[in-house]
């Protein structure tokens, strides 16, 4: 059983927003997986699919980003998952725009939808797909950045860091060990 959990805001004003590529990735997951999000439950939407006879759940939290932690606690209880089996997808002020970084731990850095998560569920010991937004010709708060759309010129370069998120995930989920999956999809 894996658990892979995309970071983002519910409402369609925040759809295309930088804080949303978790969600997007997420999306995108389900859809390589021939998912999709049909079930509420545990504060999130929820898309079940199998991968050699091991059920993989794919979940957006719809506590809206500060309180992602609620939902993933609900969740790990309910299917039984280990910190282990659990992978959050979230976007990252800290890294590049477009630039993916897979850790198996770590802290929750600027991110207050990490902080929410091992807030509740007691640790930070669990992988983690990073998806860098900074662009260093932007030159605003980081709140009112995370919240802005994303420019239609960066739309492929986002697409793109959310596709290879995607393919992460499922490598994840397939039970490729996370040591293995960093050292495919991390790249300079």
Known sequence: MYLIVGLGNPEKKYEKTFHNMGFLAAGEAAERLGVKFKKKECEASVAEAFLGGEKVIIARPVTYMNASGRAVKQLMAKYKVSPAELLVIYDDFDLPKGKLRIRASGSAGTHNGMRSIIGEIGTSEFPRIRIGIRDPE?????????????????YPLFAAACGEAAEAAIAFARGEGIEKVMNEHNKN
């Open 138 to 154: 932007v030159n605003i708060p980081i709140i009112n950045y995370v919240l802005a759309e994303v420019r239609k010129e960066d």
